[in-house]
Nanobody, 120 residues
Framework: QVQLVESGGGLVQAGGSLRLSCAAS????????MAWYRQAPGKQRELVAR???????AYEDSVKGRFTIFRDNAKTAVFLQMDSLRPEDTAIYYC??????????????WGRGTQVTVSS
């Protein structure tokens, strides 16, 4: 079964930057959406940014102008550039790909998450 592996999380001071990466263990035959979600302690998981197969991008309101999502289709990878980080961005960030990996059925795939902690 395909696995999504996130990296790039860590501890950063407010105002700093991090770049998250997510790579799939195998190629996908078809992808609908690639996205990043986050979940802070005691809160529900929320969508941070998403990019469709057609290149349409959407962001959660609080990250607009600070975060940028982009992808590398050839490597089935998606990235999240996070600038001007705030303490309220602290959360576990999860990669999500909705698509069909080679040899598998269409499904919603999740990574295990990477911790982002922003200190004030």
């Amino acid at each position: 079964q395909v696995q999504l592996v996130e990296s790039g999380g860590g501890l950063v001071q407010a105002g700093g930057s991090l770049r998250l990466s997510c790579a799939a263990s195998r190629s996908f035959v078809s992808i609908n959406i690639m996205a990043w979600y986050r979940q802070a302690p005691g809160k529900q998981r929320e969508l941070v940014a998403r990019i469709s197969s057609g290149g349409k991008i959407a962001y959660e309101d609080s990250v607009k102008g600070r975060f940028t999502i982009f992808r590398d289709n050839a490597k089935t990878a998606v990235f999240l550039q996070m600038d001007s980080l705030r303490p309220e961005d602290t959360a576990i960030y999860y990669c999500n790909i909705e698509g069909r990996p080679a040899g598998e059925s269409w499904a919603n795939h999740w990574g295990r998450g990477t911790q982002v902690t922003v200190s004030s």
